[in-house]
């Protein structure tokens, strides 16, 4: 009976290592405990997905293989299937990066990766492990079950990489470090080893543009809201780019919500970015006089002017908000600062003690701290900006 038993059980296990993926009950749990995981990182717009499936240094049976993963258990090179003889149609394949399924990647937009361009796209993921250098592998086929039908033909991309130590990790982990708002760097990390992989962005203020556009323009996202177009044209601001677009998300802005202290003060930084300097010197002014602006804004806008350099324009912003608001908070912390900033210490020493009252009336512990700390500096004719 037990030999009967065996002999009915042989061909059920050949059956369920040869399942193909549609086939499968993703629902149970994996094979040797190899636990599905998902890691996404966006760059802006633009996201990164890997699935995988994880093995652990520790085998099923508990062995410890430390020290006989890389070369070993991982071979090096293309490689006949070590796994699963005779199963799937490559004879020599490269490792999945993984367990059991594909390890798959996703790019929501494209990339380049390690400098090479990558369309948007789900990929297969597969590496050659050598000593010195890895080559990676984007294969357009991504639903395949591991390596095991792995075509060259199907390759989209293969870029070339090198291996570091790295502490001890006993789960096979995809991770990203260095993360950029244009790059990251997505790494294979598992035993004493991670694999750096570099994508990065192309042309990221260009996407801006494009999905603005289109989700705006195309009435995907409400159009009548103007802080849409304004966070549109100040994440260009921010980068320096598209000048010419920032003009017109800033003019959008301020037609669909109507002149206020923050549209208006926008549309000047756009029109200075697009060398509009009179243009820009009348609209801030507008946003200075706007029934819109509060002591808070304006007081923030005189902050911005001097983290750029310009002393006197803060200077003037400050004065201007003190006079406006007659000196209620935090017009007198903005004297402190504009005076400070052009070295006129024993005037900005006077402000900082009616600003410290002030903030102690308020119970406002935070300012009062910071007020504290910079009197003895302005009376020692220390900057405190």
Do not use: C
Request: avoid cysteine; hydrophobic fraction near 40%; proline fraction near 6%.
């Amino acid at each position: 009976m037990k030999r009967l038993f065996l002999a009915l059980a042989l061909p059920l296990t050949a059956f369920a290592a040869a399942a193909p993926a549609a086939a499968q009950l993703d629902f149970l749990p994996p094979a040797g405990a190899n636990q599905v995981a998902e890691v996404t990182q966006w760059m802006g717009p633009v996201s990164v997905t890997v699935r995988y499936s994880s093995p652990d240094v520790h085998s099923p049976s508990g062995d410890d293989r430390s020290g006989h993963i890389w070369g070993e258990l991982v071979p090096w090179g293309i490689a006949p299937n070590p796994f699963f003889p005779g199963y799937g149609t490559a004879e020599n394949i490269p490792w999945r990066g993984g367990a059991n399924m594909n390890t798959t990647i996703r790019f929501s937009h494209a990339v380049e990766v390690e400098g090479q361009p990558l369309a948007a796209g789900a990929y297969g993921l597969h590496f050659i492990p050598g000593a010195e250098e890895w080559t990676v592998i984007f294969s357009n086929d991504s639903n395949n079950w591991g390596s095991f039908f792995y075509e060259p033909a199907n390759d989209a991309l293969r870029v070339t990489v090198k291996p570091a130590p790295a502490e001890y990790r006993e789960w096979l982990t995809y991770d990203f470090a260095a993360r950029e708002l244009e790059s990251t760097e997505l790494g294979l990390h598992w035993e004493r080893l991670r694999l750096p992989i570099r994508i990065a962005v192309p042309n990221l203020s260009d996407l801006l543009v494009e999905l603005t556009d289109d989700r705006l323009g195309g009435g995907k996202i409400p159009a009548g809201v103007w802080q849409n177009w304004a966070s549109a044209a100040q994440a260009l601001l921010a980068r320096q780019a598209r000048p010419e677009k920032s003009l017109e998300y800033a003019q959008q802005a301020n037609s669909v919500g109507g002149p206020n202290f923050q549209t208006l003060s926008l549309l000047s930084q756009a029109q200075d970015a697009n060398g509009q300097e009179a243009e820009a010197a009348a609209t801030f002014e507008q946003a200075l006089a706007h029934p819109t602006a509060t002591a808070g804004q304006i007081h923030q806008t005189g902050r911005q002017l001097l983290a750029a350099g310009k002393k006197e324009d803060a200077m003037r912003v400050f004065k201007a908000n003190y006079d406006r608001f007659e000196g209620g908070w935090p017009t007198e912390v903005g004297m402190v600062r504009g005076l400070s900033a052009l070295g006129h210490y024993a005037e900005a020493v006077e402000h900082a003690k009616k600003a410290l009252e002030q903030a102690r009336a308020q119970n406002d512990e935070v300012n009062a701290r910071s007020l504290e700390a910079m009197i003895p500096r302005l009376e020692a004719g220390q900057d405190v900006n």
